[in-house]
C-alpha cells in the first residue's frame, strides 16, 4: 500500500489555485475584490489580450507593508478575519488568500505603498518562488500585475478560451462588481495588438440607477421601476433594493440580470426561481426580466462559504427570503405598471417614407391643364387612372375614425388620451396631449380582466379543492415523500391534498378544481424539487403551487377578454383606457408583450418634415 505523505507546498498552492483559479476572470475578481475590501475609492484595471497575456489592476486603498506583503502570499493568511467568528464575515474575500494560489500557476508583481508612508515595496512572484523585491515608487495603494497565467502548467492552458472570450468573462465580472460599489470608480481597458480601448468607466458615487443603467443599458434608466424594501428578522433587517425592468422591456437570455447579497454578486438558483416567479404572469417562458438586486441581510442569516469562488449561497431563512424577494418585485413593478417600455421600433419606423417627388406624366397634365378648379365638379368615370395611382382591390378597410373634435382641457388626467377610432378592429388610436397612442384591445383586456379575477378572489376560487374519485398513488423517492409530506399542510390551503402512502409513495386525494387535468405525477415531482431547491418545505411547495394557481388565472383572463376582430364604440374604447390608466400591469400583457405604444408628436412632426 502507498504510503500517506504531506503534499509539498507549492502542489498546494496549485491544488488551491484550481479551486479558484480557473481563468483570467476567476483571478481579476479576487484582485478586484481585494482592491474593493482595502477601502478604495477608484480601481483601475488594464487587460492584455483579454487578460491572457497580462492583466493589472491599481487601486488607491490603504496599500500593505512590507511585512504584510510577505504574509499574504502564505496561504490563509487574512486581514480581513479579525477574530475566529468566520460565519460573521463581512468583506468580500479574505486579504491574502487567493494571492499563493495566483502566485503558483502565474507570475506575480506586487507594488504597495502604505499611506504615510514615503516608500512603497515590491515583491515578484514566478509560479511560486520569490524571484525578486525591493523598493517601488508608486502612489499610496497596490498595484498587482498578472503575467503568463498557467504558462507552466500547459495542461490547464489549453482549456483556455481565445482573447475575445476571455475578455467578456472579465468585462462581466469588473460590471457586477461596478454595479455593487457606486462609491468607487472604476475603469477597465483592453490591449491588443497595440490597440488599447477603454471598455468601462464609471464615477464616484454615481445614483445607483444612473450606474446600472450605464453599465446593462441605457435606456433601462426610463424602463424601468425602482425597488425599495425593508422587513425586520430575529438577528436585523433584511433589505432589497435595485431597479428592475419593466415586464415589456425583456430579452431572451438570463444574462442581464445581476444579483447581489451583502455586496457580494452571485449567481445563486434560489435568486433567480424568486425572479421568475415574481414576473410569472408578466412575462413569455421564453423572456427573461433585466435587473439589478442588491439584497442586504444580518450575516448570520447566509452562509458566503458554501463555493470556493463565493458565487453561490446559503441562507438561513430560503423560502422567506424568497417570498420576500417576489413581493418586493411585484410591489415595486405595481408602481410602474401602467407604463410600457415597448416605444415605436426603429426599424418600423424607417418604413413611414415621405412620398418621393414624381414628374408628371404627360397624360396626366393634359387632363389637369385649362381646368377650373375653383367650381366643385363630379369626378368622371370614365377618365383614366394615372399609372401611379393604385387600382382598387374592392375591399374596403376595415379603420373607423371619429370626428376629431379638439382634446378637453382635463386630458391632461389622461395619460392614454381620448379615442379618436380603430383599426383592423384590433388597434384603438388614441389622441393624447402631446402624442399619438396605439393600443391593441385585446392584450390591454387580457391584463384587465385578470386584474379583476384577482380583486374579486378568484384566486381563492381556483385554489378550491376537487375530490377524486379514485385516489392518485405517485411513486417518488423516499426523500421527496419526505419533503411533500412535511408540507402537506401548505399544500392543503391551495386546495393540493396530500397523504404519505408508504415508504416511496404519495396519496393524492383532492387537486385545484382549476387544473383538476393535471398529471398529478408530474405535479408532484415538480413540487417536490422546488421544495429541495429552496429549502422550507411548508413555503416553497406552496410558493411554487401558488405560482402555477397565477398561471391558470391568467388563461381563463384570456378566453374572458375581448378579442382582436371586435368592432368598439367610441364610449368602449375611452372606458377601455380609463380602466388601463387605473389597473395594475396594464403596461403589458399576461405574456409580457407591450398593450400600447406612443409616438410623441415631435416624432409625428419629423414624419412630415415639420421639425
Known amino acids: 500500500m502507498p504510503q500517506i505523505r504531506r503534499l509539498p507546498d507549492d502542489l498546494v498552492n496549485r491544488i488551491a489555485a484550481g479551486e479558484v483559479v480557473e481563468r483570467p476572470a476567476s483571478a481579476l475578481k479576487e484582485l478586484v475584490e481585494n482592491a474593493i475590501d ?91 518562488d520569490v524571484v525578486d523585491e525591493g523598493p517601488a515608487a508608486l502612489p499610496p495603494g497596490t498595484r498587482v500585475r498578472v503575467e503568463n497565467l498557467f504558462a507552466k502548467i500547459p495542461a490547464r492552458r489549453k482549456f483556455l478560451r481565445t482573447p475575445r472570450s476571455e475578455y467578456i468573462a472579465c468585462l462581466d465580472i469588473v460590471r ?140 438561513r431563512d430560503a423560502s422567506g427570503v424568497r417570498g420576500f424577494i417576489v413581493s418586493g418585485l ?40 385649362g381646368r377650373d378648379w375653383t367650381a366643385a365638379e363630379p369626378s368622371r368615370v370614365s377618365e383614366p387612372r394615372p399609372a401611379w395611382m393604385p387600382q382598387s382591390s374592392g375591399a374596403l378597410p376595415t379603420g373607423r375614425a371619429e370626428e376629431a373634435a379638439p382634446i378637453p382641457e382635463d386630458a391632461q388626467e389622461f395619460p392614454l388620451g381620448i379615442a379618436r377610432g380603430q383599426v383592423a378592429n384590433t388597434y384603438i388610436v388614441a389622441e393624447s396631449a402631446d402624442g399619438l397612442v396605439l393600443v391593441d384591445q385585446h392584450a390591454a383586456h387580457e391584463r384587465l380582466v385578470l386584474e379583476r379575477l384577482r380583486a374579486a378572489g378568484a384566486g381563492e376560487a381556483v385554489a378550491r379543492s376537487q375530490a377524486l374519485l379514485v385516489p392518485d398513488v405517485v411513486e417518488l423517492d423516499e426523500a421527496d415523500c419526505d419533503r411533500l409530506e412535511d408540507a402537506a399542510e401548505g399544500l392543503a390551503r391551495f386546495g393540493l391534498t396530500v397523504e404519505r402512502f408508504g415508504p416511496g409513495a404519495m396519496l393524492v386525494r383532492a387537486v385545484p378544481s382549476a387544473i383538476a387535468k393535471a398529471d398529478s405525477g408530474k405535479l408532484l415531482q415538480d413540487l417536490a424539487d422546488d421544495i429541495a431547491k429552496h429549502g422550507k418545505q411548508e413555503d416553497s411547495g406552496s410558493l411554487l403551487l401558488a405560482e402555477r394557481l397565477e398561471y391558470v388565472l391568467a388563461t381563463m383572463a384570456c378566453h374572458g377578454s375581448v378579442r382582436a376582430g371586435r368592432v368598439l364604440s367610441v364610449a368602449e374604447m375611452n372606458a377601455l383606457l380609463r380602466e388601463m390608466e387605473a389597473t395594475p400591469r396594464s403596461g403589458q400583457c399576461n405574456h409580457g408583450r407591450p398593450t400600447w405604444v406612443k409616438l410623441d408628436m415631435e416624432d409625428v412632426e419629423k414624419l412630415f418634415g415639420r421639425h
Request: proline share 5%; net charge neutral.
Open 176 to 315: 457586477r462588481l461596478a454595479m455593487a460599489r457606486p462609491e468607487i470608480a472604476f475603469a477597465l481597458e483592453n490591449g491588443a495588438e497595440g490597440k488599447t480601448r477603454k471598455a468601462l468607466t464609471t464615477q464616484v458615487d454615481e445614483p445607483l440607477a444612473v450606474r446600472v443603467s450605464q453599465i446593462i443599458a441605457r435606456e433601462l434608466k426610463d424602463n424601468a421601476v425602482a425597488i425599495e424594501l425593508a422587513r425586520e428578522t430575529p438577528h436585523g433587517a433584511m433589505r432589497l433594493t435595485g431597479i428592475a425592468g419593466l415586464p415589456t422591456y425583456n430579452r431572451g437570455v438570463a444574462d442581464h440580470q445581476y444579483l447581489f447579497v451583502n455586496g457580494r454578486p452571485v449567481k445563486d438558483r434560489l435568486l433567480t426561481g424568486a425572479v421568475r416567479g415574481a414576473y410569472s404572469d408578466m412575462l413569455a417562458r421564453d423572456r427573461h426580466a433585466v435587473l439589478a438586486l442588491f439584497l442586504d441581510l444580518p450575516p448570520q442569516d447566509v452562509d458566503v462559504n458554501v463555493h470556493p469562488a463565493k458565487t453561490e449561497v446559503r441562507f
Open 330 to 369: 411585484r410591489q415595486a413593478l405595481a408602481t410602474g405598471d401602467r407604463r410600457s417600455a415597448q416605444g415605436p421600433d426603429r426599424k418600423a419606423m424607417d418604413r413611414w417614407q415621405q412620398e418621393p417627388a414624381r414628374e408628371e406624366p404627360a397624360a396626366m397634365r393634359s387632363i389637369f391643364e
Open 38 to 128: 482595502a477601502g478604495s475609492t477608484r480601481i483601475a484595471i488594464a487587460l492584455t489580450d483579454g487578460g491572457l497575456t497580462r492583466f493589472e489592476v491599481t487601486d488607491d486603498g490603504c496599500g500593505m507593508s512590507r511585512d504584510d506583503m510577505a504574509i499574504a502570499l502564505e496561504r490563509h493568511a487574512t486581514s480581513k478575519l479579525p477574530d475566529d467568528a468566520i460565519e460573521m464575515v463581512s468583506t468580500l474575500g479574505f486579504r491574502g488568500e487567493a494571492l499563493p494560489s495566483i502566485a503558483s500557476v502565474a507570475r506575480v508583481t506586487i507594488e504597495s505603498r502604505v499611506r504615510g508612508e514615503a516608500d512603497g515595496w515590491r515583491m515578484v512572484v514566478d509560479h511560486g
